[in-house]
């Protein structure tokens, strides 16, 4: 089983990161938050933010096949990886900095995978 649930949820979790990932751009180019229509009309009309939704709603569909096909218990941890990838995202777009202590949180998570998986 975990065969055929694991390159859906991965693919799930790429969605999940993507979305992310382009949110950040695009709340990065409409400036400083505010509770304005100004503000709101530029974050509506910015390609990345409207990106992200894209990934969120074909992440949200793949989700819904995933928790109907699969066992909850296995596919729910299963979305972990997303914090993994979000790891992985963060040094390769934004050219962050990870400690030790995040590496070391990436591997546990990865282990914790790996025992559902069995």
Not at 14 to 28: A, D, E, F
Not at 53 to 70: D, N, P
Not at 75 to 80: E, F, I, L, Q, T
Request: glycine share 8%; charged share 10%; net charge positive.
């Amino acid at each position: 089983m975990i065969l055929k649930l694991f390159p859906i949820a991965l693919l799930q979790c790429i969605l999940l990161t993507s979305g992310q990932v382009l949110m950040k751009y695009g709340l990065t180019k409409v400036g400083d938050f505010s509770f304005t229509w100004d503000y709101f009309g530029r974050l509506f009309t910015n390609w990345q933010f409207c990106c992200c939704g894209l990934c969120y709603a074909a992440g949200s569909i793949l989700w819904m096949y995933i928790i109907k096909h699969f066992p909850f218990s296995m596919a729910y941890p299963m979305v972990s990886l997303s914090y993994v990838m979000g790891m992985f995202a963060a040094i390769i777009f934004f050219n962050e900095h990870v400690p030790l202590e995040r590496w070391i949180g990436v591997f546990l998570i990865l282990t914790g995978c790996v025992l559902i998986a069995k």
